[in-house]
């Protein structure tokens, strides 16, 4: 008796952390870091186990437009979803952008890149269900 018990708890953790290690899997950040002595910044998108998915190099002065912009769960703008950051460079680089429920550090951003300061920060992104369920 006390064997199956064993044997059922041990699938029940191996689902639970199966289940975990799935959700953890697709969980993606964002990271954006830039140094003002080389006027070199990086971004790249990595998930949880530390794989890089996309990744752009370019410098300070390549950033044309940078912009944050909140999205809205209704059409009424009454419920906040999260942010949308967008950053456009002169490089043939396809144009920045993520969304995340995460402002702190967002806001700074863009103003960092026009002061050229140092920085390094990371994000957790998320989905934006609105597109999601067109698609």
Excluded: H, W
Excluded at 105 to 129: A, R
């Amino acid at each position: 008796m006390q064997k199956k018990t064993t044997i059922i708890i041990t699938i029940i953790f191996l689902l639970i952390l199966g289940g975990f290690l799935a959700l953890a899997r697709n969980k993606n950040y964002a990271i954006v870091d830039c140094n003002n002595l080389e006027g070199k910044c990086n971004y790249f998108e990595k998930n949880i186990f530390g794989s890089t998915k996309n990744e752009t190099t370019f410098a300070f002065n390549e950033v044309i437009q940078c912009y944050i912009e909140g999205v809205y769960k209704n059409e009424d703008e009454t419920a906040l979803e999260g942010y949308k950051f967008y950053l456009y460079l002169l490089s043939e680089n396809e144009p920045i952008n993520f969304q995340t429920r995460q402002i702190e550090n967002l806001d700074k951003i863009c103003m960092n890149f026009f002061e050229k300061k140092s920085f390094n920060y990371k994000f957790p992104i998320s989905e934006n269900k609105s597109e999601s369920s067109e698609k």
